[in-house]
């Protein structure tokens, strides 16, 4: 106070000051009115500007390529889109879509982790003394197919056994998904084919579904061949090399579309077109 | 690679392996069954190749285990690659322990042959360092 008074002692300094502010009492008022004012306006600047600390992400490029794969999935769900009733207006029918699709790419993703944890947890427990379900001679002969193989260390063909089998059942599981997508219960070999279509780490099979379409011209004589021995076997195979085989089993989660499955007409339907064309007819 | 369904996996193990992936109720066609065991087929022979280069770009003769982990880490089949990975440790203790013991009850039979039931033990030493080694090296950080 003593200060400001000895500022007031100068009036000659401070005249025009007077005469802007108006009046000597807003004089006294203004000096702290202007220091308070400048502190808190500069700390609201400070305070929202500061950036909140990003947590550490881990930059790896199969991380990213792994996640990619659920995106893929979405253009081939939304290719079948439920037709749109008169009744409800599009935009609250296109969001229940969306958020039906979303549903179902979350349980086959889970689907696809519960198999893996499967899978290695089963490693884990498995015996020395377990007969593989595939035969070691027959995987042997496919790697010496390759001419630049010269010699195969005993563990390949065994290493090769179960990655198989893991192959099949990934394999099995993706097209199964396909297939429930559809609302059928018999996996074709279209689902197989949109599965090798829509995932990226089975690119290398591509060229076998090409291949195969191009066969379907000239199956007569295989075809031929191919039919006794399951007329024989009565489409049962009965044949038991592998007693010991680990039969696995899933907790598949209750499907919503399950509840609107068709008629009982048209699973009989089906099953007559199986038992007559074979699954032939895709 | 089309010479026939020798150069195939059998599609009866094929077949049964798929059933066991899938719900009771599930059927599954015939070509369905032959697209898989085509694919199974091809899925050997594409891991096979890979491992193979390795070998050759590291002038080594016999493809083993690790070679097959390793190409599947390459072409990406990361899944495998951990799930084989652990296989492989595994499978390789089954083989000491089965080693182990029958150089326990061969030396157990005879004790003049101990001496060459020692150089055995020796070379059970050595390829259990080989193997820690070569896990060593391929130790990398899983990904999931």
């Not at chain 1, 063909?157 to 993706?174: G, H, N, Q, S, V």
């Not at chain 1, 048209?266 to 074979?278: H, L, R, T, V």
Request: proline share 7%; aromatic share 6%.
């Amino acid at each position: 106070m003593e200060s400001k008074s000895a500022y007031g002692g100068a009036i000659g300094v401070w005249t025009p000051m007077r005469e802007s502010w108006g009046s000597a009492s807003a004089v006294t008022s203004a000096r702290p009115f202007v220091t308070n004012n400048v502190i808190p306006a500069i700390w609201s600047r400070i305070a929202p500007s500061l950036p909140p600390s990003p947590l550490p992400r881990r930059p790896r490029s199969a991380l990213a390529h792994c996640r990619a794969s659920p995106a893929s999935v979405s253009p081939s769900a939304r290719a079948s889109p439920t037709p749109p009733s008169p009744r409800s207006p599009p935009h609250q029918h296109q969001q229940h879509a969306i958020q039906q699709v979303q549903q179902l790419q979350q349980q086959q993703k889970e689907q696809l982790q519960a198999f893996w944890a499967d899978q290695m947890a089963e490693v884990e427990q498995m015996t020395e003394f377990k007969l593989p379900n595939l035969p070691l001679a027959r995987i042997k002969k496919i790697m010496k197919a390759d001419e630049d193989v010269k010699m195969i260390a005993g563990e390949a063909p065994a290493l090769f056994a179960k990655a198989c089998e893991m192959f099949i059942l990934d394999m099995t599981l993706r097209s199964w998904q396909h297939t429930e997508e559809g609302r059928r219960r018999t996996l074709q070999r279209s689902d197989v084919e949109a599965v090798i279509k829509k995932t990226d780490i089975f690119d290398f099979l591509v060229d076998i579904i090409t291949d195969d379409k191009m066969k379907d011209d000239g199956m007569g004589s295989q075809a031929a061949s191919m039919v006794s021995p399951y007329t024989s076997g009565g489409m049962g195979f009965s044949f038991d090399l592998y007693p010991n085989q680990h039969h696995l089993a899933y907790m598949w989660p209750p499907q919503e579309q399950q509840e609107q499955w068709p008629p009982q007409e048209q699973q009989e339907q089906k099953q007559k077109q199986d038992s007559d064309g074979g699954g032939q007819d895709e | 690679m089309t010479n026939g369904q020798d150069n195939l996996l059998p599609i009866a193990n094929v077949g049964r392996i798929m059933k066991d992936g899938l719900p009771p109720q599930a059927k599954i066609s015939k070509r369905a069954k032959e697209t898989i065991q085509e694919c199974a087929t091809e899925f050997i022979s594409f891991v096979t190749g890979e491992a193979s280069e390795r070998c050759r770009r590291e002038r080594r003769k016999t493809v083993n285990g690790d070679d097959v982990c390793h190409a599947m880490r390459s072409l990406g089949l990361d899944h495998y690659a951990d799930a084989m990975h652990r296989y492989l440790q595994r499978y390789r203790e089954g083989e000491e322990l089965a080693a182990s013991l029958n150089s326990s009850s061969s030396a157990a039979a005879a004790a003049a042959a101990a001496g060459s039931r020692g150089g055995g033990a020796i070379q059970i030493d050595v390829r259990a360092e080989l193997s820690i080694f070569r896990s060593g090296n391929n130790q990398g950080r899983p990904n999931n």
